[in-house]
C-alpha cells in the first residue's frame, strides 16, 4: 500500500511540474504580463518596363507594358531588414526606446539586456517579416509593434525608403546609360572631325577635289575633241583626194596636230603619271571610304544617345503599392487562449512521456 502511495505521489508531484505549474505560469503571463502586439500590413510589387522581342511574331505576341522583376524585389527585401533602413529608423522614431515599452519577455533589450545596434538590429528582423508570393511576385510587408500607430509609421517609412531605393537606382542607371552614350558620340565626332579634315587636306595638297567626278569631267572632254579629231582627219583625206595642192591641206594638217597635242594632254591627266587623277584616286577613295564610315558611326551613336534620353525619361523601377500600410484596431498578438491551451498540451504530453519513462526505469530496477 506504501509502494502504491509513493507512487501517486511521485506522479502527482511530476504532474504538478510538468502540467500544473507551467499551465499556471502561462495563464498568469498570457493574462496579465503579455503586452498587446500590434501588427500593420502592406503589400507592394516591383515592376520594370517590359522589353519587346525583335521578332515581329514576338512583338505581336509579347507587346508592350510592364513586366515583374524579381531580382530587384529581393532586392528591396534586404534593404528593408538591412541595419541601414534600421538606422534610419531608428534616428527618426527612437525604435530603442519605442520597442522597450513591452514586458520582459518581448521588449528591447531581451533577457540578454544587450542594448547595442546589433542586438536591436537582431531584434528589428523578429519584429519585420516579408513574403513574397513567386506566382504573382507580390510582396507582404508585416511590421510587429505595441502601438498601433508605431507599427503603422514604421511600415509606411518602410515603404517609403524602399521607393526612394528604386529611384536611386534608377537614377544612377539613367546616368550610367547617357555618360556611355555621350562617350561614343564624342569618340565618333572625334572620328568624323578627323576624316573631314584628312580629306580638306588632301585636296589642298593635291589641288584635286573629286578624282572620280573631275575624271568623268576629263573624259567627256576627251571624248569630244576625239569627235573633232576624227572630223579634221575626214576632211583632211577629202580634199587631198580632190586637191592634194589645195592650200587648206596645211591647214588641216596643222588642226589635226593640235587636236592629237590636246587629247594626249588631256589624257595624261587622267591617267598619266604621278599627277594624274587616276593615281590619286586610290589614296582619295580610301579617305573618302574612312569619312564615310566614320560619318556612319556618329549617326548610329547620336541615334544611340537620342534612344539613351528617351529611355532616360522613364523609371526602370516601379514599386507600386497594392495595399498601403493598415492601421491594426486591435492587437493581434498574442494569441493567449491559444498559447495557454499549447502550454497546457505540450505539459501533459512531456508529463506522460516522463511517467512512462519513470516506469520503465522502476520495472526494471524492481
Not at 510538468?18 to 499551465?23: D, F, G, I, N
Not at 572631325?193 to 567627256?220: G, M
Not at 526602370?316 to 498601403?324: A, H, K, M, S, T
Request: no cysteine; hydrophobic share 40%; charged share 25%.
Amino acid at each position: 500500500m506504501s509502494t502504491l502511495k509513493q507512487k501517486l505521489s511521485g506522479i502527482n508531484r511530476l504532474f504538478l511540474v510538468t502540467v500544473v505549474l507551467p499551465t499556471l505560469l502561462a495563464i498568469l503571463y498570457f493574462s496579465l504580463i503579455a503586452s498587446d502586439v500590434y501588427i500593420s500590413e502592406s503589400r507592394f510589387i516591383i515592376r520594370s518596363p517590359q522589353k519587346q522581342t525583335m521578332t515581329a511574331l514576338g512583338a505581336i505576341l509579347q507587346g508592350a507594358g510592364l513586366s515583374r522583376s524579381q531580382d530587384d524585389t529581393y532586392t528591396v527585401h534586404d534593404f528593408i531588414l538591412s541595419r541601414d533602413a534600421l538606422r534610419k529608423l531608428n534616428t527618426q522614431l527612437k525604435l530603442s526606446q519605442s520597442y522597450g515599452d513591452g514586458d520582459f519577455l518581448s521588449r528591447f533589450p531581451e533577457l540578454d539586456k544587450d542594448d547595442s545596434f546589433e542586438a536591436l538590429h537582431r531584434y528589428f528582423q523578429k519584429q519585420v517579416s516579408l513574403q513574397l508570393d513567386t506566382l504573382s511576385s507580390i510582396s507582404t510587408l508585416r511590421v510587429h509593434a505595441f502601438n498601433a500607430e508605431e507599427a503603422q509609421l514604421i511600415n509606411q517609412m518602410l515603404l517609403d525608403m524602399s521607393e526612394a531605393l528604386i529611384n536611386q537606382l534608377n537614377e544612377r542607371s539613367r546616368q550610367d546609360m547617357i555618360r556611355y552614350a555621350q562617350a561614343e558620340v564624342d569618340v565618333a565626332e572625334e572620328k568624323a572631325r578627323a576624316a573631314a579634315l584628312a580629306v580638306s587636306r588632301y585636296r589642298t595638297e593635291k589641288t584635286v577635289f573629286d578624282p572620280e567626278k573631275q575624271s568623268a569631267l576629263q573624259l567627256q572632254q576627251i571624248s569630244r575633241l576625239q569627235d573633232e579629231l576624227i572630223a579634221a582627219k575626214s576632211q583632211l583625206a577629202q580634199v587631198r583626194n580632190l586637191a592634194p595642192k589645195n592650200p587648206q591641206v596645211p591647214v588641216l594638217q596643222r588642226q589635226v596636230g593640235i587636236l592629237e597635242a590636246e587629247i594626249q594632254k588631256e589624257t595624261a591627266k587622267v591617267a598619266g603619271g604621278e599627277r594624274s587623277l587616276s593615281s590619286k584616286a586610290a589614296d582619295y577613295e580610301r579617305l573618302a571610304l574612312n569619312r564615310a564610315f566614320a560619318d556612319k558611326q556618329l549617326a548610329t551613336a547620336l541615334a544611340s544617345l537620342e534612344q539613351a534620353r528617351n529611355e532616360a525619361q522613364r523609371k526602370q523601377l516601379y514599386l507600386d503599392r497594392i495595399v498601403e500600410p493598415g492601421r491594426p484596431d486591435v492587437a493581434v498578438e498574442p494569441r493567449r487562449l491559444r498559447s495557454i491551451a499549447a502550454t497546457l498540451a505540450l505539459g501533459l504530453i512531456a508529463w506522460g512521456v516522463l511517467s512512462l519513462l519513470i516506469a520503465g526505469v522502476k520495472e526494471h530496477q524492481d
